[in-house]
């Protein structure tokens, strides 16, 4: 939690630019983002004390551009301002900087593992996840959290963050009908959360297990009132 003293006359989020134009250049900067973020609304559907934001403007100063990460996790605020949602984020309004950030490496490199890094260290922010698919001889996931004022990478391909009470990592996997490496975040015991789409498929499948049941009963499951 911040604690700062901010002027009065500094802008509103919704006086700042949404985010800074640039087009993303990997459909995967949208895609990874947005299960995580599937997954979140289904697991923290009654918490009303976090904010996922995509690819938007996350301001730290007035007169400093916005930074956008691909995506970024924010405790301790509200989930929802009104109907009209959040257009940045201005850590003044919020007075607390997100705990976790995520870069996705595109074709075209944008400095995630050097001047990324060392802005958001600067920042304090405490998790910097970066993904690259195209990753041969390092990690492809990589966790760094911060620990006295600098980023440590953090091993394994599962890491579970207790300040958020989470795991992230990947592996394969379907969603949106492509199947391939995704991120996913894991339970404590290194269980990993469903997607949308895989909890569907469990609920029907538990219908159909349950009617089975019935019948076996004598019971008829399309005759019960």
């Known amino acids: 939690m911040l604690n700062y003293n901010f002027p009065k006359h500094w802008p509103s989020a919704e006086e700042l630019p949404d985010s800074d134009e640039t087009p993303v250049d990997n459909e995967l900067q949208e895609l990874i983002p947005g299960l995580l973020k599937a997954i979140l609304l289904i697991i923290w559907a009654e918490r009303m004390d976090w904010f996922f934001g995509i690819d938007m403007g996350l ?10 990460p691909d995506a970024f996790l924010s405790l301790g605020v509200e989930r929802f301002y009104d109907e009209e949602l959040r257009p940045s984020y201005a850590v003044w309004e919020e007075k607390v900087m997100p705990t976790f950030v995520l870069e996705v490496v595109s074709p075209t490199y944008r400095n995630e593992y050097t001047a990324k890094l060392e802005e958001y260290q600067s920042l304090g922010i405490l998790y910097y996840v970066i993904y690259s698919s195209r990753r041969r001889r390092k990690p492809r996931l990589e966790v760094h959290k911060l620990v006295n004022g600098k980023y440590e990478l953090q091993p394994g391909n599962l890491v579970w963050m207790p300040e958020i009470g989470l795991g992230i990592g990947c592996e394969r996997g379907n ?25 569907v498929k469990e609920l029907a499948q538990r219908a159909d297990r349950l009617a089975e049941r019935l019948r076996e009963l004598g019971i008829d499951p399309d005759n019960i009132s």
């Open 59 to 68: 301001y730290h100063h007035p007169d400093k551009p916005a930074i956008v």
């Open 175 to 199: 969603y949106s009908g492509v199947t391939r490496e995704w991120l996913y975040w894991y339970d404590a015991d290194g269980k990993r959360y469903l997607t949308p789409e895989e909890q």
